[in-house]
């Protein structure tokens, strides 16, 4: 069983950045790869990054390429993302999860794939 918990969302400007940290309970924290998703009001949960848990391999959506980074400190059971040059459609409340699809190794992109959810954490961009 691993708890997951989300901080560090809030309101920001256009342009802005926010780091989000994800804290996770457990001693299996590092068995696990994991994801970053987002979710608007009206729409489907999406996948936005995620980081495998052996080499530290990263995958992200093409909508935040370039502008998120996703990593982990398996040390402080903790993943980050760090969102820059945020925009107003990057507002949606975003969630972590956990992942042990292929091991953790592979990084899925569909929620179906991750068995552990933190509650998440509203993430408002103003124009």
């Known amino acids: 069983q691993v708890q997951l918990v989300e901080s560090g969302g809030g309101l920001v400007q256009a342009g802005g950045s926010l780091r989000l940290s994800c804290a996770a309970s457990g001693r299996t924290f590092s068995s696990y790869a994991m994801g970053w998703f987002h979710q608007a009001p009206g729409k489907e949960r999406e996948f936005v990054a995620g980081i495998n848990r052996s080499d530290g391999s990263t995958r992200y959506a093409d909508s935040v390429k370039g502008r998120f980074t996703i990593s982990r400190d398996n040390a402080k059971n903790t993943v980050y993302l760090q969102m820059n040059s945020l925009k107003p459609e990057d507002t949606a409340v975003y969630s972590c999860?956990?992942?042990?699809?292929?091991?953790?190794?592979?990084?899925?992109?569909?929620?179906?794939?991750?068995?552990?959810w933190g509650q998440g954490t509203q993430v408002t961009v103003s124009s």
């Open positions: 999860a956990a992942s042990s699809w292929m091991s953790g190794i592979m990084i899925a992109l569909g929620t179906g794939e991750y068995i552990y």
